[in-house]
């Protein structure tokens, strides 16, 4: 029933370390998910802020 497994872990995004032996195509991956990142948390705090409005 699943009881005997371990919860998992909560995903967390660290900067990739880079060697510098990246592809080009892997170095724009990686710059496109930082970006989705930080226009995810952008949208969020946007979120949080007309929650705060709408209670004031």
Do not use: C, N
């Not at 660290?14 to 930080?38: H, P, V």
């Amino acid at each position: 029933m699943g009881l005997d497994k371990p919860k998992p872990k909560p995903h967390s995004k660290k900067q990739t370390d880079l060697s510098g032996y990246e592809s080009a195509q892997r170095k724009r991956f990686l710059r496109a998910e930082i970006e989705d990142e930080k226009l995810a948390a952008a949208a969020g705090r946007r979120h949080l802020l007309k929650l705060g409005r709408q209670v004031a």
